[in-house]
């Protein structure tokens, strides 16, 4: 069995988190986003569902308002503390 893979944007305030073949392309995390980070795919992921992709990682405010409304899990933030952001470390 194959293990998920997981893809990782940088936010101005921490990462952006993203399991595409956890999605089932409803949506909400696209709806909900209040600073327009994300957009549909136009690619399928492995269960045939078209997953969000970042367009903006830098308006990201990591206000976890996308994983609050995932029903799979499949995206979530992190926040940096304050201290890690103003040293610019970036974690990768």
């Given at each position: 069995?194959?293990?998920?893979?997981?893809?990782?944007?940088?936010?101005?305030?921490?990462?952006?988190?993203?399991?595409?073949?956890?999605?089932?392309?409803?949506?909400?995390?696209?709806?909900?986003?209040?600073?327009?980070?994300?957009?549909?795919?136009?690619?399928?992921?492995?269960?045939?569902?078209?997953?969000?992709?970042?367009?903006?990682?830098?308006?990201?405010?990591?206000?976890?308002?996308?994983?609050?409304?995932?029903?799979?899990?499949?995206?979530?933030?992190?926040?940096l503390s304050p201290e890690t952001v103003r040293e610019g470390d970036n974690h990768g």
């Amino acid at each position: 069995m194959a293990t998920a893979v997981t893809k990782r944007w940088k936010t101005k305030l921490g990462f952006l988190f993203i399991q595409e073949d956890e999605c089932k392309g409803c949506n909400f995390c696209i709806e909900f986003c209040p600073k327009k980070v994300l957009e549909r795919s136009e690619q399928f992921n492995a269960k045939g569902y078209y997953p969000p992709i970042v367009i903006d990682a830098e308006a990201c405010v990591n206000c976890t308002f996308c994983e609050l409304v995932c029903p799979d899990f499949a995206i979530w933030s992190e926040k940096l503390s304050p201290e890690t952001v103003r040293e610019g470390d970036n974690h990768g």
